[in-house]
């Protein structure tokens, strides 16, 4: 008996003279490019290597487009934007040793932010695997070893049959929810090896959809409608899962207020009436979030910066919607529910029921003027002009890159992202030099809308090297480097915990004169011309720089008091 089944699985007469008669030269090189364009990756970032030439050999030959950084990091960095802004595993190429692990800190911000990227890395030579001491150039008696802890599965080749299925097992991993980084190694000599295998066509790599099981969201639905005092945390994995508009409707049925987290920014509109906006980092949302009867968490696990600190203790019921199995109930006993946001939010909205409460929109009012009031005593008016300076200057749709700044720590709490994706920082991780590497990822992801990149100047010194790279591909990002001669925020720490700083003042460049060296304009700026300058600036074409010399100063903190 002939199945369905069977059929589709038999080759056309083309394609079995295709399998039979595969060009000459090919390399296991070309089959992890034939992979890779099967699978729909149209971009790699990297950096060649040793070991790693028979890749870069084929993706040369291949239409595949190659964007080079300087610095592994900082490709890792590019990969981990490109991947965020298309929701595609943006290819990272990779040599060993040395070059692989220098693409660790962005691996990390990858996994912590589930962005996914697929980092190819070579190896050495089959012969030198297994841990002996062969003397081989960036030898590691387990390269591998290094990545597990970070990366979301990890995928080592030995022949050249095995690539194809490699590459795709590692594609499905880091696009299934939740999204991250996955790391292949493939020793140089499998790269360099002649095949006689067929071209690769077929290659399905679609990941499984993380469904909620129905008992859980009829439960939740059911806290929910017949809360006295709902309320919704939404984190980023409302925004990876392409699920804000889910989320205003079932705010709005359920009259819940919603707060955004850092990674969560843009989840929610800014203005709209049941928005708590950002300010996480602050007491009197924490107090607001802590009344809630039932608390719907969506897309976040509660961590140090969503939970002010780890001072929020809820008092009410919490429901938890998260797609990392490990943030269930890490932090908080609640309703978890192992699902994609989107979803989940879905559920909720076929079997929630509406809810009637005219006080909600007025008890967002009265909490937001609350912490208006409590930033306007500190007299930050030079903080909130810059902010909104860079809000007016940034055009509406044009996503932004922070890095670990005082700028950014403000833009966490006060920036609106003016929608969902839009705003990306380094908060997964914390790592410096994130910015401006990640906005050129951005860029290449989607050239018709400038990129903004914000960093501190000791953040820049991280990524000055990609002003080649800006420059080499004609990146449109604007850099805007916030230069207060040390690390800021650091600076700001020390002196609040010990009375005196310790490294964190630094000797830097003048970033225009460093920029136009590399062929890219930049000015310096002030405060007040800094909307000008940087619209200018976002409104050129091409890389551009921009200095604000200043010394900004962050919000008083409200978890110490706990």
Known sequence: MTHDHDLELRPTAAQTEAALNPPPGRTGGDLVVETLAGLGATTVFGLPGQ?????????????????????????????????????EAAPLLLSTGPGALTSLAALQEAAAASAPVLAISSQVPTAGLGGGRHGYLHE??????????????????????????????????????PHGPVWVEI?????????????????????????????????????LSGAARPAIV????????????????????????????????????WTHPLSLQSWTEDRHITDFLEDADVLLVVGS???????????????????????????????????????????????????????????????????????????????LTLEQDVLASVRRALPADAPSFWDMTILSYWAWSAF???????????????????????????????????????????????????LATARQYGLDVTWLIVDDGGYGILREYMTDAFGRTTGT???????????????????????ENLAADLAKA????????????????????THLND
């Not at 084929?58 to 990969?79: C, I, K, Q, W």
């Not at 889910?246 to 919603?258: D, G, I, M, Y």
């Not at 903004?452 to 991280?462: E, F, N």
Request: charged share 20%; hydrophobic share 45%.
């Open 416 to 466: 609106d992202a003016k929608g969902p994706n839009h705003m990306h920082s380094a908060q997964g991780a914390g790592g410096l030099g994130y910015a401006f590497p990640a906005a050129l990822g951005a860029a290449v992801a989607d050239p018709t809308r400038p990129v903004l990149a914000v960093s501190g100047d000791g953040g820049a010194l991280y990524s000055i090297a990609e």
């Open 51 to 87: 070991h790693a030439l028979g890749l870069l050999d084929a993706v040369g030959r291949s239409d595949l487009r190659y964007v080079g950084l300087r610095v592994e990091n900082n490709a890792g960095f590019a990969a981990d934007a490109y991947g965020r802004i298309t929701g």
């Open 538 to 557: 976002l409104a050129t074409p091409g890389p551009s720089v921009v200095v604000l010399p200043a010394l900004l100063r962050m919000f008083a903190p």
């Open 187 to 223: 020793p140089q000599d499998v790269l360099l090896a002649g095949t006689s295998l067929p071209v690769v066509t077929g290659v399905d790599a679609t990941p499984e959809e993380l469904v909620p099981r129905v008992e859980l969201t009829a439960v939740a639905a059911d806290l």
């Open 301 to 379: 696990g509660l961590g140090e910066l969503s939970s002010n600190y780890h001072t929020f203790k809820p008092r009410g019921r919490v429901v938890q919607i998260e797609a990392d199995l490990g943030k269930l109930e890490s932090n908080h006993p609640a309703l978890g529910i192992h699902a994609d946001a989107r979803l989940a939010l879905q559920a909720l909205l076929e079997t929630a029921s509406a809810r009637e409460d005219a006080s909600a929109a007025d008890r967002v009012r009265e909490v937001l003027a609350r912490v208006r009031d409590r930033i306007a005593a500190q007299e």
């Open 140 to 177: 590691l008696p387990d390269q591998a070893a290094s990545f597990r802890g970070v990366v979301k599965s990890v995928h080592t080749v030995r022949t050249p049959s095995q690539i194809p299925s490699a590459v795709a097992a590692a594609w499905k991993s880091a696009l299934s929810a």
């Open 505 to 527: 003042e630094l000797t830097g460049p003048d970033f225009v004169a460093l920029a136009e060296s590399f062929g890219v304009p930049g000015v310096r700026t002030s405060p």
């Open 234 to 269: 939404a984190g980023g994995g409302v925004v990876r899962a392409d699920a804000s508009g889910k989320l205003r409707k079932l705010a709005e049925l359920l009259r819940a207020p919603v707060v955004t987290t850092p990674g969560g920014k843009g989840a929610f509109p």
